[in-house]
C-alpha cells in the first residue's frame, strides 16, 4: 500500500505540458479554485429555451414569427453543431439536445438561431456564449443566458446548459499514483 508509482507525471509537470502554469491557467488560481485553461475536454452544450423579441413595426414579421422552426447552431473554431428544429416553436422555442465539442484553445462559442425552411434558413438572431465560467468549474452544470442581436439590435435570448467535461482517460494515465484530487 506504500508503492509509488514512479512512472506518475506530478501535477505540476502535468499542467506545464498542457501549457498551462500556476496562477495562470495552473492549478490553483488566486481565489484557490482550479483554472482550466489548457485542459484537454469536451463541452458540452444543451439549448433549453429561446425567447425571441417581435418586431412589431411590420406586421408580416409579426405573423411570422408565430411560424417559426427555430434551430440552434453553435461554432467552436472549426466544430459546428446543430440542434433539432422546434417546429412552430415560435417566439418561445424548446430544445432537447446534446452538442459535444472537443476543447480547443477558444473561450468563446458563437451562437445563431435560425428558422428552418425548406428554400433557405432566415437568422433570427445571433450571440456569444462565454466559456470562462465552465472552465473554471469543471463537471459542473452551468445555466448561461446568450443575447442575441439582429441587425444590432436586441432579437431575444436563448438559455443554455454547458459543462466542460474533463478527459478522465488522458487525466488517469498521466496522473496514477499521484494524490491530487481534480474534484
Not at 104 to 117: F, L, P, S, Y
Not at 119 to 141: C, E
Not at 143 to 161: D, I, S
Request: hydrophobic share 35%; charged share 20%.
Amino acid at each position: 500500500s506504500g508503492d509509488k508509482d514512479s512512472s506518475a507525471v506530478p501535477p505540476t509537470q502535468f499542467i506545464n505540458m498542457l501549457g498551462g502554469n500556476q496562477g495562470q491557467g495552473g492549478w490553483p488560481n488566486q481565489g484557490g479554485q482550479p483554472v482550466m485553461n489548457g485542459w484537454p475536454g469536451q463541452i458540452i452544450v444543451r439549448p433549453i429555451s429561446g425567447s425571441f423579441v417581435e418586431d412589431l413595426d411590420v406586421f408580416t414579421k409579426m405573423v411570422a414569427l408565430a411560424y417559426l422552426d427555430p434551430f440552434c447552431e453553435f461554432r467552436y473554431g472549426p466544430q459546428v453543431h446543430k440542434s433539432s428544429a422546434h417546429q412552430e416553436g415560435g417566439k418561445t422555442p424548446k430544445w432537447n439536445d446534446e452538442l459535444r465539442f472537443n476543447r480547443t484553445n477558444d473561450t468563446t462559442i458563437a451562437v445563431k438561431v435560425q428558422d428552418e425552411d425548406i428554400t433557405s434558413n432566415d437568422l433570427v438572431g445571433d450571440g456569444i456564449l462565454n466559456l470562462n465560467n465552465a472552465f473554471a468549474s469543471p463537471k459542473a452544470k452551468l445555466n448561461e443566458v446568450v443575447h442575441l442581436t439582429r441587425q444590432g439590435k436586441n432579437a431575444g435570448t436563448v438559455q443554455v446548459v454547458v459543462e466542460f467535461v474533463l478527459n478522465d482517460l488522458l487525466i488517469d494515465k498521466s496522473m496514477a499514483g499521484s494524490n491530487a484530487q481534480l474534484s
